[in-house]
């Protein structure tokens, strides 16, 4: 059983690493909230009555004009987006190798792992996961910020800031992670007299206030 949920755990890992692996694959403007133009109401969410089924959000495969296309795709290769379905990918791989050497020999680990990674290819190529951006992308900008962002991007600045940004977020990440552990154990400890079950699964207290022993942040994807 344990080990079961240690590869369920595993699999699940990929999904909170998705900020820090586009971290690293790639700094690409976030996603906004498509804009309206002065002058005009916001688009509002259509309403619909009770018992009426509400609408699915648009599917990811809607078409989007191919100019646009290529100009989106233009704009995830400058930025290293088009990097992030791989590097998710081999992250995922890399967990479920460490989880499998627990209960495999290596001979049959390394079969397993080779089984693994060419069904997964086959399956969820790393383009696909850029493919299910474009539509994205299409929806949160107009074909003016994306020309706007492919010309900051390919500045000196939006260069350096491709280079820089991952390394910025990820120290920023673990910074506000080990500051948020020490808080949460401190908090916990003080529980412990009104709920005594914390004594059970807290680690020993050492004594020093920054140094509190937590889990360790999923590590970072390469």
């Given at each position: 059983?344990?080990?079961?949920v240690a590869v369920?755990s595993?699999?699940a890992?990929a999904?909170p690493?998705?900020a820090?692996a586009?971290a690293?694959a790639?700094?690409?403007a976030?996603?906004?909230p498509?804009q309206h133009?002065?002058g005009t109401?916001a688009?509002q969410a259509?309403?619909?009555?009770?018992?009426?089924t509400?609408?699915?959000?648009?599917d990811?495969?809607?078409?989007?004009?191919?100019?646009?296309e290529v100009a989106?795709r233009?704009?995830?290769?400058i930025t290293?987006?088009?990097?992030?379905?791989?590097?998710m990918?081999t992250?995922l791989?890399?967990?479920?190798h460490?989880?499998?050497s627990?209960?495999?020999t290596?001979?049959k680990?390394?079969s397993?792992?080779?089984?693994?990674?060419?069904?997964?290819?086959?399956?969820?190529p790393?383009?696909?996961v850029?493919?299910?951006m474009v539509?994205?992308?299409?929806k949160a900008?107009?074909m003016?910020?994306i020309?706007g962002?492919?010309a900051f991007?390919e500045s000196?600045?939006?260069?350096r800031?491709?280079?820089?940004l991952?390394?910025?977020v990820?120290?920023s990440q673990?910074a506000g992670?080990?500051i948020?552990q020490?808080?949460?154990?401190?908090?916990?400890r003080?529980?412990t007299?009104?709920?005594?079950?914390?004594?059970?699964v807290?680690?020993?207290d050492?004594?020093?206030?920054?140094?509190e022993?937590?889990?360790?942040?999923a590590?970072?994807?390469?």
């Open positions: 059983m344990r080990f079961h369920l595993a699999l890992i999904s690493s998705l820090r586009q690293n790639a700094p690409a976030q996603p906004k498509a133009q002065p109401m688009p259509p309403a619909h009555t009770p018992g009426e509400a609408k699915k959000p648009a990811a495969g809607d078409s989007v004009d191919p100019a646009k989106i233009h704009l995830m290769d290293q987006t088009t990097k992030l379905g791989e590097n990918g992250y791989t890399s967990q479920l460490d989880v499998m627990r209960a495999m290596p001979e680990l390394s397993f792992m080779d089984a693994f990674s060419q069904k997964f290819a086959a399956t969820s790393g383009t696909s850029t493919d299910a539509p994205i992308y299409s900008f107009s003016e910020d020309q962002l492919i991007y000196p600045l939006g260069q800031v491709v280079k820089t991952p390394e910025v990820q120290q673990e992670m080990e948020e020490v808080s949460a154990m401190k908090i916990l003080s529980m007299d009104q709920y005594p079950e914390l004594k059970q807290l680690p020993p050492g004594g020093n206030g920054n140094s022993a937590a889990p360790s942040p590590p970072t994807a390469k």
